[in-house]
């Protein structure tokens, strides 16, 4: 019984931290409060000691539009989308945040928002109206449940991902685990075509590019979804990585997750356990930001695999890095023959840019 409270206190020390407020802080707050979570939260949030980042950054300079503050986010620089403005200023605005965070949220709509059905925007339930950043606390915890929501959206019809827990093998109950998610066809014996996306670092889990877009633009831009849609028109069987969950709190310590401590230890266990357990022939990589270096360390750790199973590879605004790679004359070549990386620019898109670079780069 003992074990299982402080399972429950570490969970609300941890809901806190990826709320943004220091974890030395957040665990004084609920040790002052007896773990009530509310109590604390109401706390820190009166005293505004978010951290590592705060609340509010500069205002924009755009003179058509009204000052205000814009999230905290660190996904990559090619999702610079601004907020929207705020409400009319001579609507009342509430002074006291903790009235903008529902307590014990389950859903979006605790929230007061949802995404339309159709353009899969955020949008408020009460006014239709896009999102509105109030603190960094609300978006951090709201963010939460967009991701739970686009994991919810890949294992419900039309596309009907299984989710499975990681690592494989028995582990206690009381370890992290992390997860992946995959068509249910991967393992048939008669598929041809196989599709891995790899997200970048940064705040986002399985289903997502960035959080940035999905706040302000569609999840047809920062999620996996119209990927997923293509590759079932396609016939391809598809897996959804999650590389930046490498860890859990146990007993106030971080504690990796095995066989995933890392992005490129997670594509590699990916691709040890399930692709090269399927049957397909053509395999084919999208990876954006970090999951780049984690797909480029993959090269270089499965090498014959990769040469004889992966067709193509296209990598988004990767942060990839060729000069310390022991990749030899097949792979080099490999890599000018089937490997994209669309960069942002100012030139049009499609145009070929950083010439007599290792792998074609092009204006995205």
Same mark, same amino acid.
């Given at each position: 019984?003992?074990?299982?409270q402080?399972?429950?206190n570490?969970?609300?020390l941890?809901s806190?931290?990826?709320m943004?407020?220091?974890e030395?802080?957040?665990?004084?707050?609920?040790?002052?409060?007896?773990?009530?979570?509310?109590?604390?939260?109401?706390a820190?949030l009166?005293?505004?000691?978010?951290? @590592?980042t705060?609340?509010?950054? +500069?205002?924009? %300079? #755009?003179? /058509?539009?009204?000052?205000?503050?814009? =999230? !905290?986010?660190?996904t990559?620089?090619?999702?610079?989308?601004?907020?929207?403005? @705020?409400?009319?200023?001579?609507s +009342?605005?509430? %002074? #006291?945040? /903790?009235?903008?965070?529902?307590?014990? =949220? !389950?859903?979006?709509?605790?929230?007061?928002?949802?995404?339309?059905?159709?353009?899969?925007?955020?949008?408020?339930?009460?006014?239709?109206?896009?999102?509105?950043?109030?603190?960094?606390?609300?978006?951090?915890?709201?963010?939460?449940?967009?991701?739970?929501h686009?994991q919810?959206?890949?294992?419900?019809?039309?596309?009907?991902?299984?989710?499975?827990?990681?690592?494989?093998?028995?582990?206690?109950?009381?370890?992290?685990?992390?997860?992946?998610?995959?068509?249910k066809?991967?393992?048939s014996?008669?598929?041809?075509?196989?599709?891995?996306?790899?997200?970048?670092?940064?705040?986002?889990?399985?289903?997502?590019?960035?959080?940035?877009?999905?706040f302000?633009?569609?999840?047809?831009?920062g999620?996996?979804?119209?990927?997923?849609?293509?590759?079932?028109?396609?016939?391809?069987?598809?897996?959804?990585?999650?590389?930046?969950?490498n860890?859990g709190?146990?007993?106030?310590?971080?504690?990796?997750?095995?066989?995933?401590e890392?992005?490129?230890?997670?594509?590699?266990?990916?691709?040890?356990?399930?692709?090269?357990?399927?049957?397909?022939?053509?395999v084919?990589?999208?990876?954006?930001?970090?999951?780049?270096?984690?797909?480029?360390?993959?090269?270089?750790?499965?090498?014959?695999?990769?040469?004889?199973?992966?067709k193509?590879?296209?990598?988004t605004?990767?942060?990839?890095?060729?000069?310390?790679r022991?990749?030899?004359?097949?792979?080099k070549?490999?890599?000018?023959?089937?490997?994209?990386?669309?960069v942002?620019?100012?030139?049009?898109?499609?145009?070929?840019?950083?010439?007599?670079?290792?792998?074609?780069?092009?204006?995205?």
């Amino acid at each position: 019984e003992k074990k299982r409270q402080m399972d429950g206190n570490e969970g609300l020390l941890e809901s806190l931290v990826a709320m943004g407020f220091n974890e030395q802080l957040a665990r004084e707050a609920l040790k002052s409060h007896s773990n009530n979570f509310d109590s604390a939260l109401n706390a820190l949030l009166t005293t505004t000691e978010a951290d @590592p980042t705060p609340l509010t950054t +500069p205002p924009s %300079t #755009d003179s /058509t539009s009204t000052p205000t503050p814009t =999230p !905290t986010d660190s996904t990559s620089n090619q999702d610079q989308s601004k907020t929207n403005p @705020p409400p009319n200023s001579d609507s +009342p605005q509430p %002074t #006291d945040l /903790t009235l903008q965070i529902p307590k014990n =949220p !389950t859903c979006l709509a605790d929230f007061g928002y949802y995404f339309h059905p159709e353009h899969l925007t955020l949008l408020s339930i009460s006014s239709n109206s896009p999102f509105h950043f109030i603190s960094q606390p609300h978006y951090e915890l709201l963010s939460s449940f967009i991701s739970s929501h686009i994991q919810q959206l890949m294992i419900c019809p039309p596309f009907s991902l299984s989710e499975q827990l990681l690592p494989l093998h028995h582990v206690p109950y009381e370890m992290p685990r992390s997860s992946v998610f995959f068509t249910k066809n991967l393992f048939s014996p008669k598929i041809s075509t196989l599709l891995l996306l790899i997200h970048g670092s940064g705040n986002v889990r399985a289903g997502q590019w960035a959080r940035k877009p999905c706040f302000n633009s569609s999840l047809k831009i920062g999620s996996v979804l119209p990927y997923l849609d293509k590759a079932q028109k396609l016939n391809y069987e598809v897996v959804v990585l999650n590389p930046n969950l490498n860890y859990g709190m146990i007993n106030n310590k971080k504690v990796a997750i095995e066989k995933n401590e890392t992005p490129e230890r997670h594509v590699v266990y990916i691709w040890d356990e399930f692709v090269r357990k399927s049957s397909a022939r053509d395999v084919f990589i999208i990876a954006h930001s970090y999951g780049g270096t984690a797909t480029l360390n993959l090269l270089e750790e499965r090498e014959e695999e990769v040469l004889r199973r992966v067709k193509g590879i296209a990598l988004t605004d990767s942060v990839h890095y060729f000069e310390h790679r022991r990749f030899g004359r097949r792979m080099k070549d490999f890599l000018k023959r089937r490997c994209v990386d669309w960069v942002a620019s100012e030139e049009e898109v499609g145009k070929e840019v950083e010439k007599g670079a290792d792998c074609v780069c092009v204006s995205g």
